[in-house]
């Protein structure tokens, strides 16, 4: 037995509910399926210490903003019971404890599997992102047992790790943040090589004066339309964003020793980093990214670099279907909260005309069918 519905949105993220938002503002009838129990709870299972990295002003869904003061930087589970409210006050269609398995299409509509379940829909918004997979290198297996591990996606706060040395694998956001929070408690060693910095503090001054400029720049000037978009969006899809809010000199200060050398293997039974040097730490948190997962698509979505293949959400090649929340699907604020509401509404009003559209077409159809006559 299957449900249908003429849009299904797969995830109650800030792409998901933002596009729920504007379907709804459109009087077209929609439901957003969530694998978690709660609305936000994605956000909430992240590190304690984590807050966003743009202030509360930047951070809106499309109508409704943030309850904090502008500059306020919010916290994961902030932004999660904001997110959870923003279903509550637009009364959002979601239905939660749903994790979608398969997407696939029966030659007539898109059939979506879900445990029991099977919907069916004319529309499809992936809007759940496509890092879903922890990266961890092969060679961890082979790590004394002795030693936790934990990727930062299981890590919460310090008090998980075992008495003894750390080493975090990774210096980019996350790994900067948690070797910092760590050093009072740890001798840490934060490895990775840093791809730059923010040259300013994240929440100084100097960045309130320019953030205005920096939104413009990642949303109008950092685009696929124009020539440095173009060029920079395979580097930032390719991981290792620049240090934000922690940075060397913070690091240092609190003790963390930081080497570029990656960590290369293992040797009895230790890290082993590639400039020869073997670590004794009894604590490894791999901060080493998540991959990129589209194999319950069994659609033909993806390009040659392994991105679906759309453009402005809309995915050309399978007509009703879309995607949200890529890391820079159109532009660079397209992986961020605040950005996810432009993108959004173009699907929706794609959706909304191709709904008119087909309405249109089955409206000629019934007159052109021949009518039988009455003596």
């Given at each position: 037995?299957?449900?249908h519905?003429?849009?299904i949105?797969?995830?109650a993220?800030?792409?998901?509910?933002s596009?729920?938002?504007?379907?709804?503002q459109?009087?077209?009838p929609?439901v957003?399926l969530?694998a978690?129990?709660r609305?936000?709870?994605?956000?909430?299972?992240?590190f304690?210490?984590l807050?966003?990295?743009t202030p509360?002003?930047?951070?809106?869904?499309?109508?409704y903003?943030?309850?904090?003061?502008g500059?306020t930087?919010?916290?994961?589970?902030?932004?999660?019971?904001?997110?959870e409210?923003y279903?509550?006050?637009?009364?959002l269609p979601?239905?939660?404890?749903?994790?979608?398995d398969?997407?696939?299409?029966?030659g007539e509509?898109?059939?979506?599997?879900?445990?029991?379940?099977?919907?069916?829909?004319?529309?499809v918004?992936?809007?759940?992102g496509?890092?879903?997979d922890?990266?961890?290198?092969?060679?961890?297996?082979r790590?004394?047992?002795?030693?936790l591990q934990?990727?930062?996606d299981?890590?919460?706060?310090?008090?998980?790790?075992?008495?003894g040395?750390?080493?975090?694998?990774g210096?980019?956001h996350?790994?900067a943040?948690?070797?910092?929070e760590?050093?009072p408690?740890?001798?840490t060693?934060?490895?990775?090589?840093?791809?730059a910095?923010?040259?300013?503090?994240?929440?100084?001054?100097?960045?309130?004066?320019?953030m205005?400029l920096i939104w413009?720049m990642?949303?109008?000037?950092?685009?696929?339309?124009?020539?440095?978009?173009?060029?920079v969006?395979?580097?930032?899809?390719?991981?290792?964003?620049?240090?934000?809010?922690?940075?060397?000199?913070h690091l240092?200060?609190a003790?963390?020793?930081?080497?570029d050398?990656?960590?290369?293997g293992?040797r009895?039974?230790?890290?082993?980093?590639?400039?020869g040097r073997?670590?004794?730490?009894a604590?490894?948190i791999?901060?080493?990214?998540?991959?990129?997962?589209?194999?319950?698509?069994?659609?033909?979505?993806?390009g040659?670099?392994?991105w679906p293949e759309?453009?402005?959400?809309?995915?050309?090649?399978?007509?009703?279907?879309?995607f949200?929340?890529?890391p820079?699907?159109?532009?660079?604020a397209?992986?961020?909260?605040?950005?996810?509401?432009?993108?959004?509404?173009?699907?929706?009003?794609?959706?909304?005309?191709?709904?008119?559209?087909g309405?249109?077409?089955?409206?000629?159809?019934?007159?052109?069918?021949p009518?039988?006559?009455?003596?």
């Amino acid at each position: 037995m299957s449900e249908h519905f003429e849009t299904i949105v797969i995830g109650a993220g800030q792409a998901g509910l933002s596009v729920g938002y504007h379907l709804a503002q459109r009087d077209r009838p929609f439901v957003i399926l969530e694998a978690a129990e709660r609305v936000g709870d994605n956000w909430r299972r992240r590190f304690d210490s984590l807050r966003l990295f743009t202030p509360a002003r930047y951070d809106a869904l499309p109508g409704y903003p943030l309850p904090l003061d502008g500059w306020t930087f919010p916290t994961k589970d902030e932004l999660a019971d904001y997110l959870e409210s923003y279903a509550r006050r637009f009364e959002l269609p979601v239905v939660t404890g749903v994790a979608v398995d398969s997407l696939s299409h029966d030659g007539e509509r898109y059939v979506v599997r879900a445990g029991p379940h099977r919907f069916e829909a004319d529309n499809v918004v992936v809007a759940s992102g496509t890092f879903n997979d922890p990266i961890v290198p092969e060679f961890a297996g082979r790590l004394d047992p002795a030693i936790l591990q934990l990727h930062s996606d299981e890590y919460r706060n310090p008090a998980q790790l075992r008495s003894g040395p750390v080493l975090v694998v990774g210096c980019s956001h996350s790994g900067a943040d948690i070797a910092l929070e760590l050093a009072p408690h740890h001798p840490t060693v934060l490895s990775g090589r840093v791809h730059a910095e923010l040259p300013f503090a994240l929440e100084g001054r100097v960045a309130r004066a320019v953030m205005p400029l920096i939104w413009f720049m990642w949303n109008r000037v950092l685009t696929m339309n124009t020539p440095i978009g173009r060029r920079v969006r395979p580097k930032i899809r390719a991981g290792g964003g620049p240090l934000l809010r922690v940075k060397r000199a913070h690091l240092a200060a609190a003790g963390v020793e930081r080497t570029d050398a990656r960590v290369a293997g293992v040797r009895d039974g230790r890290p082993l980093l590639d400039d020869g040097r073997v670590l004794d730490v009894a604590n490894v948190i791999w901060c080493t990214g998540f991959g990129k997962d589209v194999s319950w698509i069994e659609l033909p979505v993806n390009g040659e670099d392994g991105w679906p293949e759309q453009e402005r959400g809309v995915v050309a090649a399978q007509p009703g279907l879309y995607f949200l929340g890529l890391p820079f699907l159109h532009a660079f604020a397209s992986m961020l909260v605040g950005g996810a509401g432009r993108d959004a509404q173009r699907v929706a009003a794609h959706i909304a005309k191709r709904a008119a559209q087909g309405a249109d077409q089955r409206a000629t159809d019934a007159a052109s069918e021949p009518r039988s006559l009455v003596a």
